[in-house]
């Protein structure tokens, strides 16, 4: 977009937006102003900011934590695809990113030649994905996306920082305040469009964005599988994450965790009922919530027909590469062990939050310390001493995640509203796809799982669209999905998916000089615009065949 007509497209948008549209980025001491501003690099978010950039508009990007890339990096968990990953169902931008990650590990990891040569390269080879890898890896990728921006100033990235205020007008938002983790300075952002990249929602409170949280009624939405009652705590467990290896022969137990006796002894107060003690080599099946086995054994092997926790998220397969590169396997915890079913992060005090966090880590040290001391083995005996934590690999000092993995978050009341009954119908408005059984973990308030596959699915735009602001644009887990139907639209393609097509939204929607809203109910434009996010490699249908 020139000059001219970024400036007569702010004077439709507001004199507060003229000078973030004559762009490129601008500062004037701890404020800053961009084309659009977007708070939160997860996956949606990094997806968002790549998208715009492409399009030729400035951003700036925040990020509370130090690595951008949210449940991939900063969460560490490998991506959850679809089986048809490898060639469709997800954007071509996606897929790129998956062949980044390869390339990096035949690039600078000495992989054995018969890994090196593999097409379809899984690191870990871990069960749960295709593509099993270190969080390091893809954080060095969507880092070398970024590049050109940064050094071009097309992108200023703002790392360790919070949203705290919003300057809001109406129906619009002029600006985002944050605050640096570190020392506590403040920053506001100006921008004519806002993007919630948030793993939580966060901007959608502070912006006076309406939204929903936790479980709607069943009345309200018709879903087989909704409560019967609405319940706005009602919401998904989250996990805090670690990695660890092995070393047999070797004692490598940690300090025994203060809460650990209440997670040992700990049995899940769900409805139906959990298989027993939540710390136990057994696990309520997410379909049959019948009591089922689950296997461990560090060495990799596979035993009893049951699935192996070891293989299921390892992310570094010793295999895979040449003797010595690695002195074991390294296996990612993200299990139904280690399920924070307690409370919420959402819409709780600043020290309730903390508080989840806090008992969510004890959760999974209290794993971890169970496993190298009381854990029952296959050879009978009791305890894997060897087991330690790899905060190399982490990028934090005690070896947990950076940040929770989080299933569920506060979700705009959007122009559509994604139900159950409607997964795979043909939207008109459609900016993706994807794919995933519903999948919902244990509750806060006492269900158990609720997990049934559904059929391929598209992304209506609408969903992105907010029913009354104007220029914030939700990218993650906060589009318009309900608590059941985000079981299956909080995976990591369909995020990537809805944060690329909200950078092409954006910059669509300034070029015609119009609004997002304005894009979606004039048929024209939205024609166009699908045509253009065909160009750009977004998949709008699934193939029959699929």
């Not at 996306?145 to 940064?150: G, K």
């Not at 099946?285 to 998220?313: E, I």
């Amino acid at each position: 977009m020139n000059l001219i007509k970024r400036r007569a497209f702010a004077q439709q948008v507001g004199a507060g937006a003229l000078a973030s549209l004559a762009m490129p980025l601008r500062g004037k001491e701890h404020d800053f102003s961009a084309d659009v501003v977007i708070v939160g690099a997860s996956l949606g978010g990094c997806a968002a900011a790549l998208a715009a950039l492409q399009q030729g508009l400035s951003v700036i990007l925040t990020e509370e934590t130090d690595w951008i890339g949210g449940q991939l990096t900063s969460q560490a968990v490998p991506p959850d695809e679809h089986a048809w990953i490898e060639t469709h169902g997800a954007p071509k931008s996606y897929r790129s990113l998956r062949s980044g990650i390869r390339d990096y590990y035949r690039k600078h990891y000495p992989l054995t030649k018969e890994a090196r040569h593999t097409v379809f390269l899984n690191p870990g080879a871990g069960s749960v994905s295709k593509l099993c890898h270190e969080p390091r890896v893809a954080l060095a990728v969507l880092k070398e996306c970024f590049a050109p921006y940064l050094s071009g100033a097309k992108l200023r990235l703002l790392i360790k920082c919070v949203p705290v205020k919003a300057d809001v007008d109406g129906d619009r938002t002029r600006s985002i305040t944050v605050r640096r983790n570190e020392d506590g300075t403040e920053q506001t952002l100006s921008a004519p469009y806002f993007v919630d990249g948030t793993e939580l929602g966060d901007l959608l409170p502070l912006t006076k964005t309406e939204y929903i949280t936790g479980a709607e009624g069943r009345d309200a939405t018709g879903e087989p599988h909704a409560p019967i009652e609405r319940n706005p705590k009602n919401e998904q467990a989250f996990t805090h994450c670690f990695a660890m290896d092995y070393s047999p022969g070797e004692s490598r137990v940690i300090d025994r965790p203060k809460e650990y006796e209440f997670w040992r002894d700990h049995e899940p107060r769900l409805d139906p009922a959990w298989s027993g003690k939540l710390l136990d080599w057994h696990y309520t099946h997410p379909r049959t919530l019948q009591r089922k086995k689950l296997g461990f054994n560090p060495r990799g092997a596979r035993h009893d027909g049951v699935v192996n926790l070891w293989r299921y998220r390892r992310i570094v397969a010793a295999g895979n590469f040449e003797p010595g590169a690695y002195g074991s396997d390294i296996s990612l915890v993200n299990w139904p062990q280690n399920d924070y079913m307690l409370s919420s992060l959402v819409d709780v005090t600043p020290e309730a939050k903390q508080r989840a966090i806090d008992g969510a880590k004890q959760l999974s040290l209290s794993l971890l310390y169970w496993m190298q001391t009381e854990a029952p083995r296959m050879d009978g005996g009791q305890g894997y001493p060897g087991l330690g934590l790899r905060p190399d690999i982490m990028g934090t000092a005690d070896g947990l995640a950076k940040g929770p993995y989080v299933r569920e978050a506060r979700r705009i009341k959007a122009e559509t509203t994604i139900l159950e009954q409607d997964c795979g119908k043909a939207y008109a408005d459609s900016v993706g796809v994807g794919s995933y059984p519903i999948d919902l973990h244990p509750t806060t308030t006492g269900d158990n799982y609720i997990d049934f596959p559904v059929e391929p699915f598209q992304i209506p735009l609408g969903a992105l669209l907010p029913q009354r602001m104007e220029n914030v644009i939700p990218v993650c887990k906060n589009i318009g999905s309900t608590h059941v139907t985000n079981g299956c639209y909080r995976l990591h393609p369909v995020e990537w998916g809805i944060g690329e097509a909200a950078g092409h939204l954006l910059a669509f929607a300034m070029a015609h000089r119009t609004s997002p809203r304005g894009v979606r109910s004039t048929p024209r434009l939205l024609a166009d615009f699908q045509s253009h996010l065909q160009r750009a490699g977004v998949e709008l249908a699934w193939p029959k065949t699929s």
